[in-house]
């Protein structure tokens, strides 16, 4: 089931500036796309989620970008701190007949931000 | 800021044995869920509850496994017994009323069987 692909299992940047993180879906019925932060041997931290009806949300350093028509995502992180060095999982949900939602997640990237 | 919180953070118990993992919501949260990552694997979605049943449950999700909501604030997961395979992170979470989508995790019970 690759539903939700991070291709990228890794990415180095250097403290202040840009990470962008990659996700790519192909079910088309996914209508809202979430990214989550993981330390180890913690639980998912929610970040910052997006509609598919919009192309962009922001807040404050995180940004996330949606091209339906590539049914891709992207996390944007500026300017990058060594804090923010975890893994992130972008998510991806379905509506179905009531109102819980499953959430499907991508493999993870590791980011690491040099100082 | 309120969060999910789960115990026991470890469990180590033999295989054919029951375990019980604990979990307690948001207080105003709604609908709650379980997942579970293996070793190397993704987070995978186990079952979600609502108003007191099972939502949804995806095929993982067999007979093996229960879920409850026995008061007001726990919520658990029953493994019926336990198999070699059931060695993962289980995480909890739960989200509101108004953005179901939301969800917010726990720190997850990492669970061996030997």
């Known amino acids: 089931d690759q539903q939700v692909k991070q291709n990228s299992p890794s990415l180095s940047v250097q403290e202040g500036r840009i990470s962008i993180l990659n996700c790519d879906y192909t079910?088309?019925?996914?209508?809202?796309f979430l990214w989550y932060k993981k330390y180890p041997a913690e639980g998912p931290t929610f970040l910052i989620s997006i509609s598919s009806i919009k192309d962009k949300n922001e807040d404050g350093r995180f940004t996330v970008f949606l091209n339906k028509s590539a049914k891709h995502l992207s996390l944007h992180i500026v300017p990058s701190q060594p804090g923010d060095s975890a893994v992130y999982f972008c998510a991806a949900s379905e509506y179905f007949s009531g109102s819980a939602r499953q959430l499907t997640f991508g493999s993870g990237t590791q980011l690491t931000v040099l100082p | 800021e309120p969060e999910v919180t789960q115990t026991p953070s470890h469990q180590v118990t033999q295989m054919g044995q029951e375990v019980i993992l604990r979990c307690v919501p948001i207080?105003?949260?709604?609908?709650f869920y379980w997942y579970r990552q293996i070793l190397g694997q993704k987070v995978e979605f186990l079952v979600s509850?609502?108003?007191?049943?099972?939502?949804?449950k995806s095929e993982i999700f067999d007979d093996q496994f229960s879920v409850e909501r026995p008061d007001g604030s726990n919520f658990t997961l029953k493994i019926r017994s336990t198999k070699l395979e059931d060695s993962a992170m289980y995480f909890c979470?739960?989200?509101?009323?108004?953005?179901?989508?939301?969800?917010?995790f726990g720190p997850g019970t990492r669970l061996t069987v030997t």
């Open positions: 979470a739960s989200s509101g009323q108004i953005r179901t989508y939301e969800q917010y």
């Open positions: 207080s105003n949260h709604l609908y």
């Open positions: 079910n088309s019925m996914f209508d809202y």
């Open positions: 509850f609502y108003n007191n049943e099972i939502s949804e």
